[in-house]
Every structure is written in C-alpha cells, then in structure tokens.
C-alpha cells in the first residue's frame, strides 16, 4: 500500500516541476542561505500564479475542492473583516485543512501556519513571532478559558482556527505579545446531518515502536439539524484511548460538546452551549541529556517516570452568545464563558542533571511532586457595531464592555522531597524512595475590566485607517492559605492603556499595501515578587508591522508582512528559588510570507516562510536568543485530487513538508541545550464514495528523529516517529 501511494505521489509531482523545485530546495538549503532562496522560489509560484490564475476559466471539475483561504475573520476582530480592510496578519486554519490533515489537536495544525511553532505538551505550549503565549492568548469564540491545560484542545468541535499576528491586548485585555489564537466552534445547523467517525492508529519506527505494538483508538460522534422551525441542535461526543510510542504513556480522554441556537426572529439569535472533558494521562517529563548535548539523549522511548505517575485533566464550560440587529447598520452581540477546571499531577518529576565523568555515568535527579490546582474563569464582552456616515466617510464602528473574573487555587501537596537513588540516563532502574514535603497552598483572585473602540474608516474608496484604544483596571488578590509562601497575602492593583492604530491602501482590486502599530500588556501576578518582595512592573510590548496583500480571487492569494516587537520588563524567575527578576527587553523582528494557490480546481498548495530573530536588547541576558524560538520556520502543504472516478469514488493525495530551524531550550548559554534543525514529511490518501470517506494518513514518513522543545538539559521532548493514521467516516 505504502509503494503504491509513493508511486501515485511521484507521478502527480513529476507533472508540476515548479512545486517538486520547491520541496527540493526545502529540504536542502542550509539555514543560513535558506531565508534568501525561498523567499525567491516562493516569487517564482507568485507571479506564475498570477498568470496562470488570469488564463482560467470556470468550469465544473469532478474532485475540485475548497479552498484554504478564508476572507473574513470576523470572530478574532469582533465584527465583519475582510482581509481587504484589515491592516494585520491573520490566519485562518479551515476546517478542511483540519481534515486534510487528519489533526486531532489545534496543535497538529501549527507545523503548516505560519510563524506558528510547538514548543511543549500544555495548551499553551505555542510560540508566534519570537513570544510564548499564556492560556489568556488562547480563545475559545473570542472569550478566555480552555476545559484542558495538561494537552491541546481537540479539534472535534472546532470549525477553524483563526491566528491574529502580534499584540492584540487592545481587542482582549492582557495577554503576551506573539499573538492571538482564537478557536472558532462548530455550531448547530438546520440541515439535518450525522457523521460517525473513526480513526486508527499506530508508530513504525525502528527501535522505538513496532508496527501494531503502541496503538489508539478515536471515535466522534456528531449530530446537528432542527428541532422546531427556528431551534436547532449539535451533539458532539468524543472518546479516545491512545497509546504513546513513549514506554508506559497511555491516555484516556473524553469530549463532550452539546450545543442549542434559536433564532428568534430574523434579527435575533441565542446559542448556548456546553464543554465537557475529562482526560486521563501518564506523567512525561521527556528526556534529559549530558553535558548539554543532545545527541547524548536516549532512545526516543524511554521515560524515566514511575508506571503509576498521571497528570489528569478535568474541565467543564458553558457559553451564552446574543446576536440581535438592532437595524441594518446596528448590530449589538453579547458573550459570556463560564470555565471550571481541575488539574492534579503525581509523578517523580524531573528535577536535576548530575554530570558524570561520561555521559553513561550521568544520572538524573528526581523530585517528588503531587500537586492538584482548581481554575475558574467567567467572563462577558458586549459590544454595538454601528456602521454610520461621518464628514462624507463610512465609519464602522465597535464600542464594547469586557469584564473578567478568574480564581486560581494551587495546592502543592508534595514537592521538594528528592528521591534516592538518581536514575541512569541509559540504564533506568525505576523505583526508589522519597520523603514527603508538603509546601505551600496559593490562592489568586483576578478582576479586571475594559472599555474598548475601534474605528475603522473608510478613507476613500481604497484608503481605509483603522484605529483602537482600550483601557483596563486589574485588581490582582493574592493568599498564602499554607505556607511557607514566599509572599505574604497582597493586593496588586494597575491601570493599563492599550491602542492600536493602522491603515491599509487597496492599489486595485488585487493588491494591498498595510502598516500598523500596536500595543499589549501583561500584568504579573500578586505572588511573583522580587527578593525584596517587590511586585515586579507590567510587561509592555509594542509592535510595527508593514507588508502587502494579493488577493486575486478564493483560488490565489498571497501576503508578506515584515515586523518588529518589544517586548519590556521581562520577567524571568531566579534559578533554584521562587523569586522573579526584570531580566531586561527582548526585540523579535522578522518577514513572514504566504501562498495558497488552486491552480486547478482539483489541485490546492498552501506554503508558508517565517524567519524570525528574538534576542535580548537589554539586560543580564542580552545578546542571547530567545529561548525556543527557532529563526526559520517553513512548509508547503498541497492536495491532489484525482478527477477520473475510480471504482466509482474519488482518490485525493497529500503531501506535506514543514521545516523548523534549530532552537535553544533556554535564553542562558550555560543552561542551554541546542535542538538540532529537521524537516518532516507527511502523506496522505483521500478515498470517498457514496456515504463514506476513508483516509491514510503517514506522520513523518522517512521516520525523521526530532527533537520539538525542552527546558534547560532536564525536560526534553522528542517528535513523534513514523506514525500511521486510518480514518473511517460515515454520513447519515
């Protein structure tokens, strides 16, 4: 079966040498050159689309397919916005990307958006543009909370993922600079429709895991279409059981997403809706290495937790969305998020590298650890649109209220007791013992509220100047309610103003000329204090972003953006204590540039490049690259469909090439280990007839060692090998 699709893929490629130019060029180019050639290669498919697209003619092809591309994001910009008004970068992952892809995780989509990078196991675990995001950069319908920290979401629910590039705190509050993710749900329908679905699957890598030996299973149910007239439903259903290629790293998960929209008249819609999930994890701390070297690593297999460790997962949400036109130039929307959330992680984790005299003497240090945390969010957002003439110029504008309350309750029940004797990085006896230390319980309170408008003007006809401004009160209460703390009960309070402002020049119906700035906040919390105990100040970023867009029609579009952030008063924490440090600025600037092309109806490309260099400007560490932050990052993505029927159903072929330049796990030159550069393949093969779609999905065909992140020489987290995927759906 495998000789076969290679064969299928080797003739579609050898019929477009332009793109087969491109994967070769890919894969070979050193770092340091790469960022030149692509960036021509790339202008080549511009202006041959350009040409191409000009020459077609609308016909009706048998296996044409969707486009990528999405025009408006109107969910992430709180109101309708056309790439052709908006003076940002967004992009916008759509659900047949997802499918194509066969992504089970929002993270499985981020190796083919651009700029976009894995760097952990967490939810958060994402860097854009230089800068690491928190869990308040993660949307879910433009409002705060996930039902998951330990793992990604899961894209059962998910119609598409919208990724706003830089600062957006002047449209959402505090958050971290790199950018936005925001996760667009599915929502009922009045067609009647249920998909059973069913994937498979299981590693081939040799050494690690035998075909057939680690294994999963998902199943999602999901059914939508009307119950009266005007109310209609979904029911979305998820269970999985997956077996890691890691030793002993088994999960057990559980979704559930059910979800009512009625429209009550014309100009009136409620949904309301419910999350629930429940997860069931083995604790993985990764790997660790001597003497900083990461070809000291072990094989990619080993895991040096005990069988019993867990991290678990438990989350619960319920949203409310208003949407009433007030006229036809009024338009009034209401958001609430309610997100209750338990978390509790017991493992022996990794703690410390002891060097030996070679790296087969160096053992790792493990430290006791069971803690169990409780997060509760609840928010609202109201907001009027109100499209008006004002001095001969259409305004849209956008007035809105947010308002948010988050508890967090962090109980370490155990930490600090070390357990004897070290483990071997090679020679793993598990076992041993360790005291119990009960530290500190923490308890955190955040209020904020905001007051936020945009005006986005339409100049002329093709001039169109958008401007943001928000202001934000934050009260942050901190309890100690078991100590030892480091700091005593307090109470943070800060004021923040944010804005943003930019334009955007139509030249013709095809091309676009922008530039903006922007601003965004991030308050630290109430318990993080200096040595003094001092509060530490709010970091502050700004962002200057200029670039073009081309936007021939749904089958070719392109865009390059070229930015620069700061990023001030970051705040590192003091190695081997529970204090925190300004550490100083760190400056992220770079050039980010996309395609996606049908160059027939039934052949879709999608490419992207990022090079991005974050250092320090300022402070102890300065000079040094940001920690993870890779300086190139690149992948192409393309579709065939076969248009001949074959046995009476269609034949689609993918293949996929993502590319990630080599990182550093720390931002310190003595801690730092340094993750070598790779670029993986993937393919894959489409089938549909009648009711049924079936799919073969290969992750990493050549069965590519890779390393994706890591903290310092201790947590080190490996790709995943060769990897098999078989999806089943069928369509009632």
Known sequence: MIIYINKLLILIFLQFPTLVNIFILLLKIKRDIMKKRLVIAMSLVVSQGLTFADQLDTVVVQGAQESYFEQNSSSSMKGESSDKKTPYTVSVTKGTLIDDLQAQRIEDTFDYTTGVTKVGKNADAIMIRGFDLSLENIKVNGMSGLISRMGSPSTANVERIEVVKGPAAVLYGSMTPGGLVNIVSKRPQSEQKTTLETSLQTYMSNGVSKFGSDNGITTTLDTTGPITENLFYRFIAV?????????????????????????????????????????????????????????????????????????NDEGKAFDINLDHYISDNLFFNFDWRSVFHTDERKLYENNEVKQGVTASDTTLKRRNRHQYNERDWHSFDTNLNLDTIIADMK??????????????????????????????????????????????????????????????????????????????????????????????????????????????????????????????????????????????????????????????????????????????????????????????????????????????????????????????????????????????????????????????????????????????????????????????????????????????????????????????????????????????????
């Not at 077996?243 to 100009?267: E, G, M």
Request: aromatic share 12%; hydrophobic share 30%.
């Open 239 to 311: 269970g999985e059981k997956l077996n890691s290629y890691r030793d002993n790293v088994d999960f057990k998960n559980l979704y559930i997403y059910p979800s009512l929209l009625w429209n009550a008249s014309d100009n009136t819609s409620l949904l309301v809706a419910m999350e629930y999930g429940h997860e069931d994890g083995s604790a993985d701390d990764g790997l660790f290495v001597a003497n900083h070297d990461i070809s000291t690593a072990a094989s990619l297999n080993t895991v040096y937790q005990e069988s019993d460790d867990y991290d």
């Open 395 to 732: 305004h849209s504008l956008t007035f809105g209220l947010a308002g948010n309350y988050r508890k967090t309750d962090y109980d370490r029940i155990a930490q600090g007791g070390f357990v004897t004797p070290n483990i071997n990085i090679y020679n793993l006896i598990h076992g041993g013992t360790a005291v119990i230390k009960q530290k500190d319980r923490r308890k955190t309170q955040y209020f904020s509220t905001g007051v936020y408008l945009q005006d986005k003007i339409s100049l002329t006809d093709k001039l169109t100047l958008v401007g943001s401004a928000r202001v934000d009160r934050t009260k942050i209460d901190f309890e100690c309610s078991r100590g030892p703390c480091v700091s005593p009960d307090k109470i943070k309070k800060s004021r923040d103003f944010v804005g943003s402002i930019g334009t955007i020049y139509n030249i013709n119906d095809v091309f676009s000329v922008y530039g903006s700035l922007a601003q965004s906040y991030d308050p630290s919390s109430a318990e993080r204090t200096d040595t003094s105990g001092n509060f530490l100040d709010t970091e502050k970023s700004k962002q200057y972003e200029i670039g073009t867009k081309i936007n021939v029609s749904k089958e070719f579009n392109t865009g390059i953006s070229f930015y620069k952030i700061n990023k001030e008063n970051v705040a590192e924490q003091i190695s081997g204590t529970d204090f925190y440090e300004i550490s100083g600025e760190v400056e992220s600037k770079g050039v980010e540039l996309e395609v996606q092309w049908l160059p027939t109806a039934n052949w879709q490309f999608k490419s992207g490049y990022a090079y991005n260099k974050a250092k320090y400007v300022s402070g102890k560490f300065v000079g040094n690259t940001q920690a993870l932050t890779p300086e190139v990052t690149a992948y192409i993505f393309t579709r065939y469909n076969i248009p001949q029927k074959i046995y009476d159903g269609r034949l689609g072929l993918s293949t996929g090439i993502s590319y990630r330049d080599k990182i550093y796990t720390n931002s310190a030159v003595a801690k730092r280990v340094e993750l070598p550069s790779y670029a993986r393949v993937d393919v894959g093969a489409y089938y549909s007839i009648n009711d049924w779609d079936f799919s073969l999905n290969i992750e990493n065909i050549t069965d590519k060692k890779y390393y994706e992140s890591g903290r310092e020489d201790n947590r080190i987290f490996s790709g995943e090998p060769r990897k098999f995927t078989i999806n089943i759906k069928r369509t009632f």
